[in-house]
């Protein structure tokens, strides 16, 4: 019995370590009452005549898990599918008409450049939520 005492008593001070982290959780919600939500509200994704202009290869879009992004078929590139927006950047899978698939995984704006499908360049400039803006442009 006394070890059923000794387990009894880190239980009772369980509830008052958990009780520290609620009662410094008011400070974190704070924030919510600043204007600041505004700031993460998603992007609103682009239609699909806006998607249709990266057809040329050149076009800047807002992407949600599941878009699809035209071929660029001069640039040899795409058509694309959005597989994940999240936090951790955009995951874009491609087919080609070969039936090889391409797959850019974790696309991110502070990559350090955009990433290339064969003439195509495309580039994550922002991500806000489970949407992100891409800029697909030719490679120089």
């Known amino acids: 019995s006394g070890s059923g005492d000794d387990t009894g008593a880190p239980a009772s001070a369980a509830p008052s370590r958990s ?3 609620s009662s410094a959780s008011p400070t974190p919600t704070k924030p919510s009452s600043s204007p600041s939500p505004t700031a993460v509200k998603p992007l609103k994704p682009s239609t699909p005549a806006e998607l249709r202009a990266c057809a040329d290869g050149s076009c800047t879009v807002v992407v949600t898990k599941g878009t699809e992004i035209p071929g660029a078929a001069a640039l040899r590139a795409g058509p694309f599918t959005v597989s994940d927006v999240g936090p951790e950047g955009v995951d874009l899978s491609s087919v080609d008409a070969s039936g090889f698939t391409s797959n850019l995984l974790g696309q991110r704006p502070d990559q350090g450049g955009p990433s290339t499908v ?12 489970d949407t992100a803006k891409l800029r697909l442009f030719p490679v120089k």
């Open 118 to 129: 064969n003439e195509l360049s495309i580039a994550v400039l922002t991500i806000v939520g």
């Open 19 to 21: 009780a520290e982290p």
